[in-house]
């Protein structure tokens, strides 16, 4: 999997702001947020390292790799402050852990369509796994063109004195899916509102040549 933790350390939080006057709360606030965010970046290697052994035994028994490969990334701090805001929630860690269930975020990129599903069935059958959130974007895409398959799963992480059971947010898409929504996402993002409805039937046009691309590849694959 691409990615790096960052965790900060209690005693460096304390370092930094427990020894200021009247700063006790600053530093405790932070303590919490630290160790939160190192549970969740826990359940988001936890997972990956279940789809990796998956995908290394889809290799050795079928000569065959379902996942293309896996990006992570840590919802960051800014944005998860705009979420809680937006949907008006306290700012409590017990209660953005009941709230939000996408700070740890996975991408699996699958070779062809077909292996979204292989990938979905193979890691939501594993007993520590449950499935909590399920939307299917493949079978109705956005209106935007947007396709992909988005699961959120609940993994045990195994601490030192208990247990805690931590969401993931999964998206599980095409290599064709992907190139879609990123290049979609950067237009989206440089152009200003109004032109970018001018291109909008555009792109949903792309994303639908795109994935007939893709089924023609899949036919291909079934057929060797
Ligand atoms: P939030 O996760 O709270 O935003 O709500 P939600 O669960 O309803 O979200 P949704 O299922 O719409 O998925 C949100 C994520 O999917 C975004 O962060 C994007 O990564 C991706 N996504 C959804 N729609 C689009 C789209 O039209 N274009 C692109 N490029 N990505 C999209
Ligand atoms: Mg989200």
Redesign the pocket.
């Known amino acids: 999997m691409n990615t790096k933790r960052n965790t900060m350390s209690v005693k460096k939080i304390r370092q930094m702001l427990g020894e200021e006057a009247g700063l006790d709360w600053v530093a405790d606030q932070l303590t919490s947020v630290a160790q939160m965010y190192q549970l969740y970046e826990s359940a988001q290697h936890e997972i990956s390292t279940k789809l990796e052994n998956l995908d290394a035994e889809f290799e050795v028994n079928y000569n065959h790799n379902p996942i293309h490969h896996i990006d992570g990334r840590m919802k960051d701090p800014q944005s998860l402050m705009g979420?809680i805001q937006k949907k008006g929630l306290d700012r409590s860690v017990n209660s953005i852990k009941k709230n939000i269930?996408?700070i740890a975020g996975l991408r699996v990129i699958t070779n062809y369509i077909d292996d979204i599903y292989t990938v979905e069935k193979l890691l939501s059958q594993q007993d520590d796994v449950e499935v909590i959130?399920r939307?299917d974007?493949i079978k109705n895409p956005?209106e935007?063109?947007?396709r992909?398959l988005?699961l959120v799963v609940k993994v045990p992480v195994f601490k030192a004195h208990d247990v805690e059971t931590v969401p993931v947010?999964i998206?599980i898409r095409t290599i064709g899916m992907d190139m879609?929504?990123?290049l979609?996402?950067e237009l989206?993002y440089k152009t200003d509102v109004d032109r970018a409805e001018e291109f909008a039937s555009n792109l949903v046009e792309n994303a639908n040549a795109l994935f007939e691309i893709e089924q023609n590849f899949q036919d291909i694959h079934h057929q060797l």
């Open positions: 979420k269930f996408d959130k939307k974007y956005k935007s063109g947007y992909s988005h947010e998206q879609w929504a990123s979609e996402h989206r």
